[in-house]
C-alpha cells in the first residue's frame, strides 16, 4: 500500500529537548516537504527535499533542521524546541517535484511545554 | 513571493445547496491550483486541481474555475452532502528561488464548510 508514515504520531515534550519526528515514504518520490498547520494560518512549508542531499527552506524554516540521506526517508529535527512550535505537523511526498498531487502522512501533534 | 488568500474561513449550507469558496494569488507566474479537502482528524487529500491552460475543471459534483486575468480561482460543490463537511484548502505555485526550477505550493488559510442535513 502506497503510504508516507510520520512517527510520532503525538508528542509531548519540553522547552530544550531535542527531537525528531521521522517521515517515511514508499512510493519512490523524489519530492518530499514537512508542513505545519496551525489554525487560521493553513498548512506553512517548513523545509522541502527534491532529491537526497537536496533540502530548502520553505516559508517558516526557523528552528527547525531536516536531512535527507536516502530518498524515503526525511526526517524533521527541532534541536532546541520552544513552545511556539506547538503544532501539527505533515510530512507529505510527490512524484512531480512538488506541483503534482501531495500525498500526505497522517499528521504528528507536538505539544511543547 | 506568491500569497494565497482564501475565502470564505467557514461556511454553513444546507444539504442539497451548493457551497463555493474562492481564493486569489498574488504571482502572475503561478501555473498550478491545487484543492485539498482534510476531514476532522484526517489528513489533507487532494480533490481537485487545474492548471493555468484551462479555465474550468470538473469532476462529478465538484469543480473548479480560475480567472487568470482576475487572478482567483474557486472551488464548487453542487448537491452538498453531509460527507463534504470538512476544512478545504486551495493552493497556488510559487516558483523556487535556485536553479531548477521547482515550485512550491502556497496553501490559502482554509475554509471549514459545515453541510446541515
Known amino acids: 500500500e502506497a503510504q508516507v508514515t510520520q512517527n510520532p504520531r503525538y508528542l509531548i515534550t519540553v522547552t530544550g529537548k531535542k527531537l525528531t519526528v521521522t517521515c517515511s515514504q514508499n512510493?519512490?518520490?523524489?519530492?518530499m516537504s514537512w508542513y505545519r498547520q496551525d489554525p487560521g494560518l493553513g498548512l506553512r512549508q517548513i523545509y522541502y527535499s527534491m532529491n537526497v542531499e537536496v533540502t530548502d527552506k520553505g516559508d517558516v524554516p526557523e528552528g527547525y533542521k531536516v536531512s535527507r540521506k536516502e530518498k524515503r526517508n526525511f526526517p524533521l529535527i527541532l534541536e532546541s524546541p520552544s513552545p511556539n512550535q506547538t503544532s501539527l505537523y505533515f510530512c507529505?511526498?510527490?512524484?512531480?517535484?512538488?506541483?503534482?498531487?501531495?500525498?500526505f502522512g497522517e499528521g504528528s501533534r507536538l505539544t511543547v511545554l | 513571493g506568491e500569497n494565497v488568500e482564501q475565502h470564505p474561513s467557514t461556511l454553513s449550507v444546507q444539504e442539497g445547496d451548493s457551497a463555493v469558496i474562492k481564493c486569489t494569488y498574488s504571482d502572475s507566474a503561478s501555473n498550478y491550483f491545487p484543492w485539498y479537502k482534510q476531514e476532522l482528524g484526517k489528513r489533507p487529500q487532494l480533490i481537485i486541481d487545474?492548471?493555468?491552460?484551462?479555465g474550468e475543471k470538473k469532476d462529478q459534483r465538484i469543480a473548479v474555475t480560475l480567472n487568470k486575468t482576475a487572478k482567483h480561482f474557486s472551488l464548487h460543490i453542487t448537491e452538498t452532502q453531509p460527507e463534504d463537511s470538512a476544512v478545504y484548502f486551495c493552493?497556488?505555485?510559487?516558483?523556487?528561488?535556485?536553479?531548477?526550477?521547482?515550485?512550491?505550493?502556497?496553501f490559502g488559510a482554509g475554509t471549514r464548510l459545515a453541510v446541515h442535513p
Open positions: 493552493a497556488g505555485t510559487r516558483a523556487a528561488m535556485f536553479s531548477g526550477g521547482y515550485n512550491k505550493l502556497i
Open positions: 512510493m519512490n518520490h523524489e519530492y
Open positions: 507529505a511526498s510527490s512524484s512531480d517535484r512538488g506541483v503534482g498531487e501531495l500525498f
Open positions: 487545474i492548471r493555468s491552460n484551462v
